[in-house]
Every structure is written in C-alpha cells, then in structure tokens.
C-alpha cells in the first residue's frame, strides 16, 4: 500500500500543477474545476492509502522480491445476498433523473436511497445473521 499511496500523491502533485497551467492558459473554468477536483480525489486517496500503509503488515506488492503466489489468497469479505446495492442503484437513478426531469423527484429517491444505505450498514445486525 506504501507505493499505491506514493502513486496516488505524485499523481496529486502532477493535477495540482496541470491545474495551474491550464487555469492560467486556457481561462475555461470547467476544466479547471474538473481538474482541480481531481486533484482533490487523488490527494485524498493518496493520504489514505498513505496512512493506511502505516497501520497493516507490509504487503507483497511492497515487497520488491516477491512473488505474484505471494499475494494469492482472499481478498477480503463480500456479501454475498446483499440486495441493498439494487436500491442504492435504483435510488441514485431516480435522483439523476430528478436532475433532468424536476428536483420532485428527488422526494421520491431520497427515501429509497436512505434505506438502502440504513439496509446495508445494519444488514449483519438483523435477521439470520444477527450476531448473538
């Protein structure tokens, strides 16, 4: 994770000053917003990784003798019945079109996305899979 926070913080660096050129070049104010909200999400991105790195075992990708067999295994939890993601979709739909059709719509897609995000957090806490 070290070297993918370094990646995402030299990236961040490189859209700070891409930034710069083009606010001062082209004087176009959607593509330097664009740009400048890019740099955000990598300086983000980057600090997290960065600061993750820190706190977990040194991974194979760190590693510059390792193996691709070193980093086989599982990935990690994925829920596997999960139809909150289908909500949240449908939700997030519905709110675009509330963009393009009248913010109406948005009265409707916000209740589906609220319980789609409530069903999804709490899911492991109820039902058959409550933890006891």
Sequence with gaps: MKFQGRLFIWLSVFLLVMTAVYGLWSREPAGTTALALSFGLCIMV??????????????????KNADVADDAGELGFFSPHSWQPLSLAFGGALAFLGIVFGWW???FSAPIILVGIFGWV?????????NQ
């Design 46 to 63: 980057g600090y997290y990784l960065a600061f993750t790195a820190r706190r977990v075992d040194t991974g194979a990708q760190d590693n």
């Design 105 to 107: 719509l948005m009265y």
């Design 122 to 130: 709490f899911e492991y806490y109820r039902g058959e899979n409550a």
